[in-house]
């Protein structure tokens, strides 16, 4: 394994992502994977939690694909999972996938600080029999770290590829007599996946070379193009990502509507009364942990209020229905994760959504939208009126329907 020093960057990059059941692993596409944890397959968050924890020790250790490897017999074995391709298998390409990635997002992470000094990449690839031929072909390609193609083709760019790059600046050319190369020219191939739902194969376009799902810059998706830029609260700035392969029904069905419990005592507007109502659902202690039907958890605490105050438009009697939270997380009529990307810095957000349709004692219908990124609630959306309204929210990758439990 090349690299296997510990760092910091690599470490943070795989320890946070957010887990996610998954069938398939094109149920997350691309980017989508620089923010979402996956093992296809497995839809136990528990689980989850002990594989990705696996792999954070791995990193931060130094540990070798056998310690690994023995470690996930381990887990497997608490959790009475076994996969269809074996052990073995499943273990290497977790292995491998994850400590690659990590690392490849670590080091664009410093190019990128230090892109001034040094403003050139060198696609470096192992030249063995078992390096691809496209591969082979693009070892020595010299382009500036702003240049399109590393959008697409900075490595790893498949299953166990082992491919790098190294960085150099103008003296480092000048001195060893290289300069900078046209950009290779590859041809897209068509290819398909299959659908996590069963539905028919999806057609996408994939660059010659490149293995399916691979064709991204897992750096870009990290952490954005530009340092240290911190990510608009605003959602118009952040264009839908797609999940070709993954869950997503082109119409989801109708929602049962369910008798709504809020208690519409007056609550006002102005902050503390506002955290009071929240703290009486939080109770006692700074912060309430939820858990949904798929075993993640949710940390209830005033943020959701924070995020209230920073538009006084959000206070438009959502706080009626803080006490519907808990029943919203832990009995959700389904969840969904939305991926998303940000205009303007290019780094790939992921938020679960937790989705129920309600019913009040005049008849009226309204919907209760809770957003989650990481383990913390970031809003709750409120919508009254017509149901089928809420079909506009019920878009991403389905997790979760009471439906098919």
């Given at each position: 394994m090349?690299?296997?020093?510990?760092i910091?960057?690599a470490?943070d990059f795989?320890r946070t992502?957010a887990?996610?059941?998954?069938?398939?692993?094109?149920d997350l596409?691309?980017?989508q994977?620089?923010?979402?944890?996956v093992?296809?397959?497995?839809?136990?968050?528990?689980?989850?939690?002990?594989?990705?924890?696996?792999?954070v020790?791995a990193?931060?250790?130094g540990?070798?694909?056998d310690?690994?490897?023995?470690?996930?017999?381990?887990?497997?074995?608490?959790?009475k999972?076994?996969?269809e391709?074996?052990?073995?298998?499943?273990?290497r390409?977790?292995?491998?996938?994850n400590i690659r990635?990590?690392?490849?997002a670590a080091?664009?992470?410093r190019?990128?600080?230090?892109?001034k000094?040094r403003p050139?990449?060198r696609?470096?690839?192992?030249?063995?029999?078992?390096t691809?031929e496209?591969?082979k072909a693009w070892?020595g390609t010299?382009l500036?770290?702003?240049?399109?193609w590393?959008e697409?083709?900075?490595?790893?760019?498949g299953?166990?590829c082992?491919?790098t790059?190294q960085?150099?600046?103008?003296r480092?050319?000048?001195?060893r007599g290289?300069s900078v190369?046209?950009?290779?020219?590859?041809a897209l191939?068509s290819?398909?996946i299959?659908?996590?739902?069963?539905?028919?194969?999806?057609p996408v376009?994939?660059?010659?070379?490149?293995d399916t799902?691979f064709a991204?810059?897992?750096g870009?998706a990290n952490?954005g193009?530009?340092q240290?830029?911190?990510l608009d609260?605003d959602?118009?700035?952040?264009?839908?990502?797609?999940v070709?392969?993954?869950?997503?029904p082109?119409?989801?069905g109708a929602?049962?509507?369910r008798?709504s419990?809020v208690?519409r005592?007056?609550?006002?507007?102005d902050?503390?009364a506002?955290?009071k109502?929240?703290?009486?659902?939080i109770?006692k202690?700074?912060?309430?942990?939820?858990t949904d039907?798929?075993?993640?958890?949710?940390?209830?605490?005033?943020r959701i209020?924070?995020?209230?105050?920073e538009?006084?438009?959000?206070?438009?009697?959502?706080?009626f229905?803080?006490?519907m939270i808990?029943?919203?997380v832990?009995r959700p009529?389904e969840i969904?994760?939305?991926?998303?990307?940000?205009?303007s810095?290019?780094r790939?957000?992921?938020?679960?959504r937790y989705?129920s349709l309600?019913?009040?004692?005049?008849?009226?219908?309204f919907g209760?939208v809770?957003?989650?990124q990481?383990s913390e609630?970031?809003?709750?959306?409120l919508?009254r009126?017509?149901p089928t309204n809420?079909?506009?929210?019920?878009?991403?990758?389905?997790l979760?329907?009471e439906?098919?439990?």
């Open positions: 090349a690299d296997p020093r510990p910091t960057e470490v795989l992502k887990r996610l059941p998954t069938r398939k692993w094109t596409w691309q980017g994977h620089a923010r979402g944890f093992v296809a397959g497995v839809v136990k968050d528990g689980l989850l939690a002990d594989i990705q924890g696996e792999l020790k990193l931060e250790d540990r070798s694909f310690s690994f490897k023995k470690d996930f017999g381990a887990i497997l074995d608490k959790w999972w076994e996969p391709q074996g052990r073995g298998w499943r273990a390409v977790i292995f491998d996938t990635t990590a690392h490849a080091r664009w992470d190019m990128k600080a230090a892109q000094r050139f990449l696609y470096s690839a192992v030249l063995d029999e078992r691809r496209d591969h070892h010299i500036p770290i702003t240049d399109a590393w697409t083709h900075y490595p790893p760019n299953w166990y082992r491919c790059v960085q150099l600046s103008q480092d050319l000048d001195r290289l190369s046209q950009p290779p020219q590859g191939e290819r398909s299959r659908r996590s739902d069963g539905g028919d194969p999806v376009q994939v660059p010659k070379g490149i799902g991204h810059n897992v870009i952490s193009r530009a240290a830029v911190r609260s959602a118009t700035r952040f264009p839908k990502l797609t070709p392969g993954g869950n997503v082109k119409k989801p929602l049962a509507i008798t419990g208690n005592n007056m609550i006002g507007k902050e503390a506002l955290r109502a929240l703290q009486q659902v109770g202690d700074p912060s309430r942990v939820l039907p798929i075993g993640g958890r949710v940390i209830l605490d005033q209020v924070d995020h209230m105050l538009d006084p438009a959000r206070i438009d009697g959502r706080q229905y803080f006490g808990p029943d919203l832990e009529q969904w994760a939305g991926f998303v990307t940000d205009a810095t290019g790939v957000s992921l938020r679960k989705v309600f019913q009040d004692k005049n008849k009226r219908s209760l809770a957003d989650q990481g609630f970031r809003n709750l959306t919508f009126g017509d809420l079909l506009g929210l019920r878009v991403g990758l389905r979760f329907s439906l098919e439990g």
